[in-house]
């Protein structure tokens, strides 16, 4: 048989800055994201929220990955002024920069102020400081910089489950888990090395709702992710990213409580998951490569490993593909409805549904923009949609020799996309999303020809 391959990590060398700011909001924010949750404000806070910055450069361009503890965006208007205001400080043009949401349940809101909300006054400060403090990082990351090595792993994680479930008894699907459907359990790392061998970032990429805590929970909290920070943390010494995969259909078997434990336990869960992955690593900048045999007892095949060259290739595109919309009421007509509704959990539906329709107008189509990244061998790929894991599994299926980090909730929030066999049923993620069926099938087949196109370059 022929000579077997190295084993060998996806990876770039370029030159690395990291850095992090904390963003937490104020103790009587709004904070209500749950329809049936009783309380507006927040009480406590359980963990501080950050903001990661990582900066990837060459001699050709300059990349910036932001990952804050942070929800989603209401509405995309927010942070198309809030994205304008970055890339007007740092020159940037907007494939050249990622924001990134950890899709946290228990934080405030990324709104603008509303009167009509107990402790709404409180947000316009607090945004401006979150843009504060991701200046701050981005600055603080671009002159700490210095040469490095990003390489990628795959590793497992079980704290993801299957979270359309159907009603014992009824027609419609209930947004819990189901313990008859398979949830995709991929988990990507990434271990950034400096030239020096000391590790200085680790980034985490996984598909799971941070739903651990619901309307119970009065508190401000990362959920899950400020005990997988931690973990990482105390164990590696470097600084922990989050980056959030296609959760669409995926969270934790057992969540929706108010105790913040349950939440820790879930993030000490994956942080474990990555360091086993992060453990099961190549030494920095080394295969490990077949060289020969030792006559034993048996017959020993020796491996060993070896320096190798990684590629310096990096490369930052945006594009967008237009999805067919559904048939929605106008924004005014939403408003009219939601004015209109006593039911509080009813009320928040219908504002989160005028939100979306403001920002996609009324036409029958929308431009959804996405971006793919090429870090040496290495794809980065998401949007401001909520995929289901379909595209993450299927984009893998379509390059089994590539690393493909996928990512959520990138840029903006937009809606779910489901698989378009989910369109026959009563799900959640079917009735609340703006997009027609086949939406999410499109936006697959756009990911691919423009990886396709990258990979040619």
């Not at 090595?149 to 795959?154: G, K, R």
């Not at 295969?287 to 034993?296: D, F, I, K, N, P």
Request: net charge negative; with cysteine.
């Amino acid at each position: 048989m022929a000579q077997p391959q190295p084993l060998r990590h996806a990876s770039v060398s370029a030159t690395f800055g990291v850095s992090r700011t904390e963003i937490t909001p104020p103790v009587g924010i709004y904070s209500r994201n749950w329809g049936a949750a009783k309380h507006d404000t927040a009480t406590s806070i359980h963990r501080p929220l950050t903001l990661n910055a990582l900066v990837v450069q060459s001699d050709e361009t300059k990349l910036i990955l932001i990952d804050a503890d942070l929800g989603w965006w209401r509405p995309m208007s927010l942070f198309r002024r809030f994205q304008g205001r970055l890339l007007n400080e740092f020159s940037l043009e907007p494939h050249q920069l990622i924001f990134a949401l950890t899709h946290s349940h228990a934080t405030a809101p990324l709104m603008d102020p509303d009167p009509a909300l107990p402790g709404s006054e409180l947000q316009e400060e607090w945004l401006e400081r979150v843009y504060q403090s991701a200046v701050e990082a981005i600055q603080s990351a671009l002159t700490s910089s210095s040469a490095g090595v990003l390489e990628w792993h795959s590793g497992s994680c079980q704290l993801a489950s299957n979270r359309d479930l159907p009603e014992p008894d009824g027609e419609r699907f209930l947004c819990g888990y189901n313990p008859e459907n398979s949830a995709d359990s991929t988990l990507v790392i990434g271990r950034l090395t400096d030239s020096s061998g000391a590790m200085r970032a680790v980034l985490v990429n996984y598909a799971c709702h941070p739903t651990t805590l619901a309307w119970e929970n009065e508190s401000i909290s990362p959920d899950y992710i400020g005990a997988m920070r931690e973990t990482i943390e105390q164990a590696t010494g470097a600084n922990a990213f989050y980056l959030h995969g296609a959760s669409g259909e995926l969270s934790p078997k057992y969540q929706y409580v108010g105790d913040v434990e349950v939440a820790d336990r879930h993030g000490r869960q994956l942080g474990y998951a990555t360091l086993a992955t992060l453990f099961d690593m190549n030494p920095a900048c080394q295969e490990l490569a077949y060289t020969g045999v030792m006559e034993s007892g048996a017959p020993l095949a020796v491996w060993q490993h070896r320096e190798y060259s990684p590629s310096a290739q990096i490369m930052g595109d945006q594009t967008s593909v237009h999805l067919p919309l559904k048939d929605w009421p106008t924004a005014d007509v939403l408003e009219q409805q939601r004015a209109a509704c006593e039911d509080r959990a009813l009320q928040e539906r219908l504002r989160r549904k005028r939100d979306i329709r403001r920002v996609l107008g009324d036409g029958t189509t929308h431009a959804v923009q996405f971006s793919v990244w090429k870090l040496g061998e290495a794809i980065l790929v998401g949007s401001s949609c909520e995929a289901y894991s379909k595209l993450q599994t299927e984009l893998r299926a379509r390059f089994p020799n590539r690393t493909l980090v996928c990512m959520n909730l990138i840029n903006g929030t937009i809606g779910y996309l489901p698989p378009e066999e989910n369109y026959e049923f009563d799900i959640y993620q079917v009735w609340q999303t703006p997009f027609a069926r086949g939406s999410l099938e499109r936006l697959i087949d756009a990911m691919e020809d423009r990886i396709n196109e990258m990979i040619s370059r």
